[in-house]
């Protein structure tokens, strides 16, 4: 199994401005996920983030607002860019090897609060 | 992407047995269907997935149907701490085994 971190754990945030999110896990892993979300809602893939090389984002999630960084096979950031009260969200990090068959393991996640 | 659907909401009495559904009649062949559940304030935690044949663990079973289009998440003595929004989700095989989350069941167990 897989122990993830994140940090902070929580924040309130003034409109307009940005916030980096760590994901720290303690063993290698081949495959990182970033996901949000929104009070009272499921869960939705954000993008994954790929060591070495730009995230893969899905549909409805650019860049500009949502950067992602890997630098290395434990750890990864993502940055929410001049943010507006809809980016109000729990902001989650997972983590699992390459295979279809690997467990899935989730961050306790961040709570991210913008007025 | 395969779709899942599940039902809202369901009630269980404590000790008795917990059938929660699943419909994905989108997956595709290579397509893992995995379960999760998630408590107040917390991240997801897993409880199990499979493929095709039928899974046991400590925590549940797993039954999936002869075609794949729908799958059952088994609870054979639901306690006070099982209750949790579960989570019915499909990963891909081939992208790095991506999940796709349904809207998920909130289970409430009553004493």
């Given at each position: 199994?897989?122990?993830?971190?994140?940090?902070?754990?929580?924040?309130?945030?003034?409109?307009?401005?940005?916030?980096?999110?760590?994901?720290?896990?303690?063993?290698?892993?081949?495959m990182m996920f970033?996901?949000?979300?929104?009070?009272?809602?499921?869960?939705?893939l954000?993008a994954t983030a790929n060591?070495?090389?730009?995230a893969t984002?899905?549909?409805?999630?650019?860049?500009?607002?949502?950067?992602?960084?890997?630098?290395?096979?434990?750890?990864?950031?993502?940055?929410?860019?001049?943010?507006?009260?809809?980016?109000?969200?729990?902001?989650?990090?997972?983590?699992?090897?390459?295979?279809?068959?690997?467990?899935?393991?989730?961050?306790?996640?961040?709570?991210?609060?913008?007025? | 992407?395969?779709?899942?659907?599940?039902?809202?909401?369901?009630?269980?009495?404590?000790?008795?047995?917990?059938?929660?559904?699943?419909?994905?009649?989108?997956?595709?062949?290579?397509?893992?269907?995995?379960?999760?559940?998630?408590?107040?304030?917390?991240?997801?935690?897993?409880?199990?997935?499979?493929?095709?044949?039928?899974?046991?663990?400590?925590?549940?079973?797993?039954?999936?149907?002869?075609?794949?289009?729908?799958?059952?998440?088994?609870?054979?003595?639901?306690?006070?701490?099982?209750?949790?929004?579960?989570?019915?989700?499909?990963?891909?095989?081939?992208q790095g085994?991506k999940?796709?989350?349904?809207?998920?069941?909130?289970?409430?167990?009553?004493?």
């Amino acid at each position: 199994s897989a122990v993830i971190s994140q940090k902070p754990s929580r924040d309130i945030c003034q409109r307009g401005t940005s916030l980096t999110i760590q994901c720290q896990v303690d063993s290698q892993v081949t495959m990182m996920f970033w996901y949000r979300q929104q009070p009272g809602q499921s869960l939705t893939l954000i993008a994954t983030a790929n060591q070495g090389s730009e995230a893969t984002y899905e549909s409805g999630f650019v860049i500009d607002k949502f950067p992602i960084s890997r630098p290395n096979l434990t750890f990864s950031t993502l940055t929410v860019s001049n943010m507006s009260p809809e980016d109000s969200s729990i902001y989650l990090c997972s983590a699992k090897g390459y295979s279809g068959t690997d467990t899935q393991y989730f961050g306790p996640g961040t709570r991210l609060t913008v007025l | 992407d395969a779709k899942t659907t599940q039902p809202n909401s369901m009630e269980s009495n404590e000790e008795e047995p917990v059938h929660l559904p699943c419909n994905h009649s989108t997956i595709s062949g290579t397509d893992y269907i995995h379960w999760y559940r998630q408590l107040p304030s917390q991240g997801p935690e897993y409880v199990i997935h499979g493929l095709t044949s039928n899974v046991n663990n400590r925590m549940a079973s797993l039954a999936i149907a002869e075609d794949r289009k729908s799958s059952t998440l088994i609870l054979h003595r639901a306690t006070l701490r099982d209750a949790a929004v579960y989570y019915c989700s499909t990963g891909s095989y081939n992208q790095g085994g991506k999940l796709i989350f349904g809207q998920g069941t909130e289970l409430s167990v009553k004493p």
